[in-house]
């Protein structure tokens, strides 16, 4: 199949429950847990352990309705908004927040992130206590939340999302400018994304993804005026052919004043 012919994220829609089975369930044929749970739910928590990146507000900005991403954050922030393109996301993940019958079930990747001695029931409370505000937003507006006015952001926490809403080079500049809008001063930028992808598949729908590698993401942080603190790379182990990632990759930045 011609990748041009592949589903947009942001404008074709997506089936939010059907990537959160694929990719993030606790099934035993789930095979992305390594790099889809594993992976971001390790790397952020060594970060944050570090102490450095906390403040009043997290903006999350990331594909889908996953909510992993936040674990290690409600330690550090007083405020978590979630910003979703589309209604399917947006409802989901509220379902979620209010404890609704029906919601995704996030215990085992809760599990994952607590120590041994932790209870994963009390650190969903606290996610759901940090998370204010879900929030619709758009691409191509000035101000992406409009009518809203976001406060500047403390951190800004992006799992996926460029990879997938990008046609081109150009627009990852575009796009990822604009996120750093979203920042104070000095702020911190947390990027999750895939390497040398060009597809995922949910359901029958195969999905476009950006492709790029590690000096790219690197190069074009740099050029948008980031220090990068930190960069792991996790090469792909598990066979699937849902998608064709190479790698998984961890960015953790902040915003020089």
Not at 62 to 74: F, K, N, P, T
Not at 105 to 134: I, N, P, T, Y
Not at 144 to 157: G, N, R, S
Request: charged share 30%; hydrophobic share 40%; with cysteine.
């Amino acid at each position: 199949m011609d990748s041009s012919n592949y589903k947009l994220y942001h404008i074709h829609g997506c089936d939010s429950r059907g990537v959160l089975e694929s990719y993030c369930s606790d099934k035993p044929d789930m095979v992305f847990r390594d790099d889809t749970l594993i992976f971001p739910i390790e790397n952020l928590k060594r970060t944050f352990q570090l102490g450095h990146i906390r403040g009043d507000i997290l903006l999350d900005l990331s594909a889908g309705s996953v909510i992993h991403l936040l674990y290690s954050a409600c330690e550090f922030f007083k405020h978590i908004i979630v910003l979703k393109l589309n209604d399917r996301c947006i409802l989901e993940l509220k379902r979620w927040v209010d404890t609704r019958t029906g919601a995704f079930h996030w215990g085992h990747a809760a599990q994952l992130h607590a120590d041994k001695e932790g209870k994963s029931d009390k650190l969903e409370v606290k996610v759901r206590s940090a998370l204010q505000h879900v929030v619709k937003f758009d691409l191509e507006k000035e101000n992406m939340t409009e009518p809203i006015d976001l406060p500047p952001a403390d951190c800004i926490i992006s799992g996926w999302l460029l990879d997938v809403i990008c046609k081109d080079q150009e627009d990852y500049i575009k796009y990822l400018r604009k996120f750093s809008k979203l920042l104070k001063p000095g702020g911190n930028l947390i990027l999750i994304g895939c390497l040398e992808a060009t597809y995922y598949t949910v359901g029958k729908d195969k999905m476009h993804v950006f492709r790029y590698n590690e000096e790219f993401a690197r190069k074009v942080l740099v050029g948008e005026g980031f220090v990068i603190d930190r960069c792991e790379v996790k090469e792909r182990t598990n066979i699937s052919d849902l998608t064709d990632y190479k790698a998984l990759i961890f960015i953790a930045a902040h915003k020089e004043k």
